[in-house]
T-cell receptor, first 114, second 115 residues
Framework: DSGVTQTPKHLITATGQRVTLRCSPRSGDLSVYWYQQSLDQGLQFLIQYYNGEERAKGNILERFSAQQFPDLHSELNLSSLELGDSALYFC?????????????FGPGTRLTVL | AQKVTQAQTEISVVEKEDVTLDCVYETRDTTYYLFWYKQPPSGELVFLIRRNSFDEQNEISGRYSWNFQKSTSSFNFTITASQVVDSAVYFCALSFSGNTGKLIFGQGTTLQVKP
């Protein structure tokens, strides 16, 4: 158990809908990262927050947004869902914000868009 | 551009065999970090090791060992006397930017250890 929690574990929804994925980092970690794992794209970095502020953006679609709250938990919002958004979404956390920090991953949320 | 290549898509071995998973990376940065993660069938990503670009010493942890060679831009992972529980997808990853810890992952190598 990494100490990172993600809810829900599974999510099934329809095209065009909007969903919210939630992540709680390990105690003491200030950075939260979101990654998407799909069969065709592999593991892709989406976005990083550090202590409530956006630190880096990767290949995140405009339909997707995220935020980190004062209690450091984070939410990833996915809207106007398409079939291709079906994937495993991971949250990770680390103490600091840079390349030296080890990221610990949550169990993931499996999103299925029908 | 930064890139991580794991050329071996799938490897199948019989229990107790030794197996090496290859990882080749590309970066122009002189300071970077390399990682290995394990993804068992249950799906979570488990951290195995972190290595910085200035430390080329090989590392051993039980049956696991890592060989980092800057000259060939490789960070290979060897499992000695493999066990069925080692069956998983293994990912190599690169972190290069000072301001962010974002990871660039390889495509992963699926290791199947048969009894």
């Amino acid at each position: 158990d990494s100490g990172v929690t993600q809810t829900p574990k599974h999510l099934i929804t329809a095209t065009g809908q909007r969903v919210t994925l939630r992540c709680s980092p390990r105690s003491g970690d200030l950075s939260v990262y979101w990654y998407q794992q799909s069969l065709d794209q592999g593991l892709q970095f989406l976005i990083q927050y550090y202590n409530g502020e956006e630190r880096a953006k990767g290949n995140i679609l405009e339909r997707f947004s995220a935020q980190q709250f004062p209690d450091l938990h984070s939410e990833l919002n996915l809207s106007s869902l398409e079939l291709g958004d079906s994937a495993l979404y991971f949250c990770a956390s680390s103490v600091g914000s840079g390349r030296t920090d080890t990221q610990y991953f949550g169990p993931g949320t499996r999103l299925t868009v029908l | 551009a930064q890139k991580v290549t794991q050329a071996q898509t799938e490897i199948s071995v019989v229990e107790k065999e030794d197996v090496t998973l290859d990882c080749v990376y590309e970066t122009r940065d002189t300071t970077y970090y390399l990682f290995w993660y394990k993804q068992p069938p249950s799906g979570e990503l488990v951290f195995l090791i972190r290595r910085n670009s200035f430390d080329e010493q090989n590392e051993i942890s039980g049956r696991y060992s890592w060989n980092f060679q800057k000259s060939t831009s490789s960070f290979n992972f060897t499992i000695t006397a493999s066990q069925v529980v080692d069956s998983a997808v293994y990912f190599c990853a690169l972190s290069f930017s000072g301001n962010t810890g974002k990871l660039i992952f390889g495509q992963g190598t699926t290791l199947q250890v048969k009894p």
